[in-house]
């Protein structure tokens, strides 16, 4: 079992719809948790991080964790095309130790 | 949040020639950089870990002596490619860990695109 998974997609959702993306991960003893958008060609870049059970609301950005379930998600709310990129989700598990999941694309179809 | 700048962004080389990417932390300290590999439509490859002052620690399968990593000071890692190849053309990111709002954090370098004609 790989330490973080997420589904790599495409995952397609219509403009102005709620993009849902998953992630789950192996160990429980991670703290805090790191979602990144990747555009085509650019390097990644930080959207939200979590770390307490519950929801955290960044503008359009809903970060969920569910450490009983191993499971963190980010909403997108009013989806729109330049949403279309890779979200990469990370684990923090103390010190210099970052997981990375391999990424799930989506596409926001005008 | 913390800002990590690569140099360069982009580089032609020939084939045989070596090729050094920075990468810096801007406005803090990294006592740890990572240094990935993505290949066009491909997910980030952890190459190797750099901490300062001492030797790199390389992922399994990435050739330490093709891949040169020097971590000298606390806010400069370089990457060499030797005898460079064109199989080696590739993005070149790094990272570095940071404090953000949570505690540590990791942040991206612009990345660095190599051409090896």
């Known amino acids: 079992q790989k330490e973080v998974e997420q589904n790599s997609g495409p995952l397609s959702v219509p403009e102005g719809a709620i993009a849902s993306l998953n992630c789950t991960y192996s160990d429980r003893g991670s703290q805090s948790f790191f979602w990144y958008r990747q555009y085509s060609g650019k390097s990644p870049e930080l959207i939200m991080f979590?770390?307490?059970?519950g929801d955290k609301e960044d503008g359009r950005f809903t970060a969920q964790l569910n450490k009983a379930s191993q499971y963190v998600s980010l909403l997108i709310r009013d989806s729109q095309p330049s949403d279309s990129a890779t979200y990469l989700c990370a684990n923090h598990r103390g010190g210099q130790n970052f997981v990375f999941g391999p990424g799930t694309r989506l596409s926001v179809l005008p | 949040g913390a800002v990590v700048s690569q140099h360069p962004s982009w580089v032609i080389c020939k084939s045989g020639t070596s090729v050094k990417i920075e990468c810096r932390s801007l406005?803090?300290?990294?006592?740890?950089m990572f240094w990935y590999r993505q290949f066009p439509k491909q997910s980030l490859m952890l190459m190797a870990t750099?901490?300062?002052?001492?030797?790199?620690?390389?992922e399994q399968g990435v050739e330490k002596d093709k891949f040169l990593i020097n971590h000298a000071s606390l806010t400069l890692s370089t990457l060499t490619v030797t005898s460079a190849h064109p199989e080696d053309s590739s993005f070149y990111i790094c990272?570095?860990?940071?404090?953000?709002?949570?505690?540590?954090?990791?942040?991206f370098g612009e990345g660095s695109w190599l051409t090896v004609v």
């Open positions: 979590i770390y307490s059970n």
């Open positions: 990272s570095a860990i940071g404090r953000g709002l949570s505690g540590n954090t990791i942040y």
């Open positions: 750099s901490n300062e002052g001492s030797k790199a620690t390389y």
């Open positions: 406005d803090f300290q990294a006592t740890t």
